[in-house]
């Protein structure tokens, strides 16, 4: 098997910028056990391939806030991009622009606006740690009050690439049982089951398993 067998070719005129007002109204596409056979569905319908005995695993993860816009005290605008949690105030983030952000470098967010924002307004203060492999940064902050509350103030959801438009509902880009907070990515699967569908697997005898692992660029955290 070689690597190109897995190209293909994908318009982007047929990716979804935003979700179904019905989570579970969203398309499926169910692939035969001979991998020939094919079948349109909505995603309600995946009980259907469900039976009374059945294990469904939920990820309980719930993503946070994880991207931040912020400045230096020179005015460049920087971004930081939490993505794990390494010890109290220290993550482990992706930056940019790199070269801005070396071992040292202080940058500051705000809770107005950006533009004009002086540093001596923020509400939040990171300083790079270290330069780890990949480019990525070991990145400490400083701030006064709960670290979670203020990254609800001033951070943003961290979308996929491939999703240009914002999200008026940063809800929708969480599953219907997130409980606890730690993904910088959505464990997307899991994002077009309802809490009727849910009561209806239960109903039909589907067990259902819950677990956290919460989900970063390049691995996956257990808690």
């Known amino acids: 098997m070689k690597l190109e067998e897995f190209n293909y070719n994908l318009p982007k005129e047929l990716i979804a910028q935003t979700p179904y007002l019905k989570r579970d109204e969203a ?100 300083e790079i740690l270290d330069i780890l492999e990949d480019g990525l940064r070991k990145v400490k902050f400083k701030y006064n009050g709960i670290f979670n509350e203020i990254l609800d103030k001033i951070g943003t959801m961290p979308l996929p690439p491939y999703i240009t438009e914002r999200l008026e509902k940063e809800e929708s880009y969480q599953t219907v049982y997130a409980k606890n907070l730690g993904s910088a990515a959505a464990p997307t699967a899991g994002l077009h089951f309802t809490e009727e569908l849910l009561k209806k697997a239960e109903e039909k005898g589907v067990n259902i398993a819950k677990i956290t692992l919460h989900v970063g660029l390049r691995n996956i955290q257990t808690c």
Request: glycine share 6%.
């Open 27 to 126: 398309r499926l596409l169910v692939v035969g056990k001979d991998k020939e056979n094919f079948e349109d569905k909505k995603f309600s319908d995946v009980l259907e391939y469900m039976e009374k005995g059945d294990v469904l695993v939920l990820n309980e993860t719930k993503v946070i806030p994880a991207r931040l816009y912020g400045k230096k005290e020179t005015g460049a605008f920087v971004e930081i991009l939490l993505l794990k949690n390494l010890e109290e105030d220290i993550w482990e983030a992706m930056v940019r622009p790199g070269a801005k952000l070396k071992v040292g470098a202080k940058a500051y967010f705000f809770e107005k606006d950006l533009e004009n924002a002086d540093i001596s307004e923020n509400i939040l203060e990171a």
